[in-house]
């Protein structure tokens, strides 16, 4: 998957070392601090928007590279995206960080829509875009023009596809949210009640109009199977990550998809921790490793303390 996929690729590494008798080593803390300095990794899924002092060292510390995610985000104004700040602190530390492009479906209807979004990814493919995401919008927020939510699958969004392919260019894929954006947020050791209380817009529970969460990981797992010649990497474990089992199956059926876990650590960890243990190891070389961590707001603007915290 040249110059792609090929540079973003690292292993989750969940599964503690073990003796030859395949009981747990004394010393495998000391050798777990080890690996995480001299393993190399690279966060598929990170939102350093804004430069930091202390990032080099931190990046050197943890032998680590990291690849920044762009997000667009319509609102009555109109797009809003992080791609030109983006670029700016690649061109900064061009040995740290790689880019991920965006796309959502804002005027869909209109006839050169597909042209006018690949012109885009063209050039922001030439300025270093190693990849391109998708995410929530489709199927959750925006509609088209007879006020239908886009989903994934629509039809209008092959031409994107298929020049992706051609470029060998993969998708980051953040369809869809987690089972319980369609429950009650009625217990605070939920591991999303704090996001659903902050963003109140994506609780479907609360938006009957937006689809159901059956629908919207239909409409994905249909957009998969009718591209399986593009790489696609389901973020946030496809939004599956409230059962390992759902994201196996996705992975035994499309060859052509991985996963990543960010922000969703606290669903793996309600799970049975071997039926997780077990699919962490059967999949290792389907599953990259993902934090959604990032920087919000330039360096000027923080404190000391705040700096610290971060």
């Avoid at 922000?263 to 039926?275: E, P």
Wanted: charged share 25%.
């Amino acid at each position: 998957m040249k110059n792609s996929i090929c540079f973003i690729v690292a292993i989750v590494s969940l599964m503690a070392c073990k003796s030859r008798n395949g009981e747990r080593s004394s010393d495998e803390p000391q050798q777990a601090f080890i690996e995480q300095e001299t393993v190399k990794k690279i966060d598929v899924h990170a939102h350093y928007k804004y430069e930091r002092d202390y990032l080099p060292a931190f990046f050197k510390k943890w032998n680590m590279q990291g690849v920044l995610v762009d997000v667009s985000i319509s609102d009555s104004i109109g797009v809003n995206r992080s791609w030109g700040e983006y670029v700016a602190h690649t061109k900064v530390q061009p040995d740290m960080f790689f880019l991920c492009s965006s796309l959502i479906g804002v005027d869909i209807d209109k006839p050169d829509f597909a042209k006018k979004v690949i012109t885009r990814l063209e050039q922001e493919i030439l300025s270093g875009a190693r990849m391109v995401k998708v995410w929530k919008n489709f199927g959750m927020v925006t509609k088209d023009a007879s006020g239908n939510f886009i989903q994934i699958d629509d039809a209008r969004l092959q031409p994107i596809w298929d020049f992706l392919r051609a470029r060998h260019i993969p998708v980051m894929a953040h369809i869809g949210e987690p089972i319980q954006a369609w429950r009650p947020l009625d217990d605070p050791n939920n591991p999303h009640y704090g996001y659903y209380t902050d963003h109140p817009e994506y609780h479907a529970y609360q938006h009957p109009e937006i689809p159901s969460y059956e629908t919207i990981i239909s409409a994905r797992d249909n957009w998969i199977a009718n591209n399986p010649d593009l790489k696609i990497l389901c973020a946030h474990l496809g939004s599956m990550s409230h059962d390992v089992a759902m994201v196996a199956e996705r992975l035994d059926k499309f060859p052509h998809i991985y996963v990543e876990p960010a922000a969703r650590f606290g669903d793996l960890v309600g799970q049975d921790s071997d039926k997780v243990r077990a699919f962490f190891e059967k999949y290792q070389d389907r599953i990259m490793f993902g934090t959604d961590y990032g920087t919000w707001g330039p360096q000027n603007g923080k404190t000391f303390e705040e700096l610290k915290t971060e």
